[in-house]
T-cell receptor, first 118, second 114 residues
């Protein structure tokens, strides 16, 4: 089945550090990738949608200069949390969607990245 | 009121019990997903359905479009089924307005005791 690899799985770093999270589709081409954030005991919240080769579409309330998304190839999207602060500590998870075919397709999720800012 | 509501929020069962998790939604949808989130956080897509019923092993998912309701059933539950089960819907709005984005329920925490 389709596999999405997310790296790193856990990051602990100091306040002010920038952190990059990678999301790779290993055995398919992902024209669209989604980045989600999840706080404890809460549901996933969509942060942004990225399409290969174009600028990401951010959800209302998500700072595009704070959460930089790059989707430069059909197999890789990155999320960079710039100048991270403790309130950015959360679980970040990506999902990928293949292009073409039926409009209804399952999203394939990565295993997530647990980010802790000290 | 959330567009997608799940019940119950928490469910504890004994091994072998039949389990049902419910999902109700208030928008028109083109597809409904059932996802399983493991304690470590990783998410697995269990089902995607737009009508009727699907079965995979001990898992069964049903949907009633008219009633805007879906259920996930687990037969002969096992401790390894312990996870958070999430219902998510894809709106039937045009692709230009909603794309492929999903709206998620808040999840049902299932614990199956041996």
């Amino acid at each position: 089945g389709a596999v999405v690899s997310q790296h790193p799985s856990r990051v602990i770093c100091k306040s002010g550090t920038s952190v990059k999270i990678e999301c790779r589709s290993l055995d398919f081409q992902a024209t669209t990738m989604f980045w989600y954030r999840q706080f404890p005991k809460q549901s996933l919240m969509l942060m942004a949608t990225s399409n290969e080769g174009s600028k990401a579409t951010y959800e209302q309330g998500v700072e595009k200069d704070k959460f930089l998304i790059n989707h430069a190839s059909l197999t890789l999207s990155t999320l960079t949390v710039t100048s991270a602060h403790p309130e950015d500590s959360s679980f970040y998870i990506c999902s990928a969607l293949t292009g073409g075919g039926p409009s209804n397709q399952p999203q394939h999720f990565g295993d997530g990245t647990r980010l802790s800012i000290l | 009121k959330n567009e997608v509501e799940q019940s119950p929020q928490n469910l504890t069962a004994q091994e072998g019990e039949f389990i049902t998790i419910n999902c109700s939604y208030s928008v028109g949808i083109s597809a409904l997903h059932w996802l399983q989130q493991h304690p470590g956080g990783g998410i697995v897509s269990l089902f995607m359905l737009s009508s009727g019923k699907k079965k995979h092993g001990r898992l069964i998912a049903t949907i009633n479009i008219q009633e805007k309701h879906s259920s996930l059933h687990i037969t002969a539950s096992h401790p390894r089924d312990s996870a958070v089960y999430i219902c998510a819907v894809k709106s039937s709005q045009s692709e230009e307005t909603s794309g492929s984005r999903l709206t998620f329920g808040e999840g049902t925490q299932l614990t199956v005791n041996p």
